[in-house]
């Protein structure tokens, strides 16, 4: 049997502090044994959890028994790690103990040190703040959850079951996985990753130098534009356009076209039964063929699936 040291914080995200406790807490292997044993740690006799409390059942010096170690994430992450904390979660990797994080719980692996020269992932609302504040970490925003061999991330919410699940396949095999993944009504691998869910066409420096074109981009997307007339109704250079756009969104004036059409193909993918081909034309792709290699490789799934998990039942019945 497995420890696995689930460690509370305080301002935990109680939804990522529970996850863990029950995948973990349930699992049973072929001959009835249970996986895992799990155990909640906490620097104080309790912490808050939103509108909860929570009283750990173990202080910070069991870590030092543990086989896996969770850090789910916090409601700010910005607020600074206690050294005590950083300190123990150190010593467990090197004592060669499992670090995994759940949401924004990779900016306490961060802020340790642990996530240097490694592919991560977080909560995609924390990934760009994440790549900025630790630039040696190598972020990834658009997976579920990545492994590194001892040190794993998940990105948010529902994300941490991927990864729970995934823990167990690589511990006990693939039975015992889908076992898991009945009890907790979820698929054992999930179609795409959290591209899917990504809020798309977010500038991030807001000068209100682009204000007026985006506005008109996002009422002009549907029609063939190129760059010139983008540039035109900016009222700069082709050049200029480039570069503010560079400094303000990351992406160049089409990118952040394609992004706008996909994000109105999504929403029309969620609310209407119009076909991918009509969907196609009306949010200004020149071809359904067109539409779908973007759309799969902005989104990291077809136009069918993602239809499939996002359409409303009120939509599909």
């Known amino acids: 049997m497995q420890l696995v040291v689930v460690l509370a914080l305080d301002d935990v995200i109680s939804f990522d502090l529970a996850t863990p406790i ?36 173990a202080g910070l010096d069991v870590l030092e028994q543990a086989d896996l170690i969770v850090v789910p994430g916090r409601n700010d992450p910005k607020v600074p790690t206690a050294p005590e904390i950083l300190d123990a979660l150190r010593a467990a990797v090197d004592r060669g103990t499992r670090m995994a994080s759940i949401c924004v719980g990779a900016f306490t692996l961060a802020e340790a040190g642990l996530l240097d020269g490694k592919v991560a992932t977080t909560h995609w609302l924390g990934a760009d703040r994440l790549a900025r504040e630790y630039p040696a970490v190598r972020v ?33 095999g693939v039975a015992v996985a889908a076992d898991a993944a009945r009890l907790a009504v979820a698929p054992l691998h999930r179609t795409g990753g959290q591209a899917q869910y990504i809020l798309r066409n977010r500038p991030t420096l807001r000068t209100g130098n682009l204000e ?55 929403e029309l993918l969620e609310t209407t039964d119009h076909t991918v081909e009509r969907i196609a034309g009306k949010v200004g792709f020149p071809t359904a063929s067109n539409f779908r290699a973007l759309f799969a490789q902005t989104v990291g799934v077809n136009p069918g699936a993602y239809r499939q998990t996002f359409r409303s039942s009120a939509t599909a019945r």
């Open 22 to 57: 029950e995948l973990f807490g349930r699992v049973r292997l072929p001959d009835g044994r249970a996986g895992y044993r799990v155990v909640v740690a906490g620097a104080t006799p309790s912490v808050a959890a939103g509108p909860l409390r929570v009283t750990p059942g």
């Open 140 to 172: 990834d925003p658009d997976v579920l959850y990545t492994d590194n061999g001892s040190i794993l991330t998940s990105a948010g919410a529902s994300a941490g079951l991927d990864l729970c699940l995934h823990v167990i396949e690589r511990d006990y």
């Open 212 to 266: 007026r074109v985006l506005e008109w981009i996002e009422e002009n997307a549907h029609r063939r534009l190129t760059l010139t007339d983008i540039s035109t109704a900016a009222g700069m250079s082709v050049r200029t356009l480039a570069r503010r756009f560079a400094e303000e969104t990351g992406q160049s004036p089409i990118q952040w076209l394609t992004g706008v059409r996909i994000r109105h193909a999504q």
